[in-house]
């Protein structure tokens, strides 16, 4: 599986951002798929998810904010991120989740900054 992931920019808080990743290879065999992002200094966290089973997570820092949707037939994962915050800066990657081997396959990430 190869995730490329696409959208990250300069915005001004109060901003909307939309983040793409397209998922090739053996994509049938993807469940779940999640953005994460990590700001300079910190550790890697989970903002947002979607199973296979159509339910979906949010980090409670983004909630009523970011909104993940899947698009199966073109095997995508967007992130729509509305209100952004300066604290939303931070480069972000998509994760797609394959339980046949417990494999994570991981996107190159993409910068996202909010600044005026």
């Known amino acids: 599986v190869q995730l490329q992931a696409s959208g990250g920019g300069l915005v001004q808080p109060g901003g909307s951002l939309r983040l793409s990743c397209a998922a090739s290879g053996s994509t049938f065999r993807i469940t779940d798929m999640a953005w994460y992002r990590q700001a300079p200094g910190k550790q890697r966290e989970l903002v947002a998810a979607?199973?296979?089973?159509?339910?979906?997570y949010y980090a409670d820092s983004v909630k009523g904010r970011f909104t993940i949707s899947r698009d199966y037939a073109k095997n995508t994962v967007y992130l729509q991120m509305n209100s952004l915050k300066p604290e939303d800066t931070a480069v972000y990657y998509c994760n797609a989740y394959t339980p046949w081997n417990r494999k994570n396959y991981w996107g190159q990430g993409t910068q996202v900054t909010v600044s005026s």
């Open positions: 979607s199973t296979n089973d159509m339910s979906t």
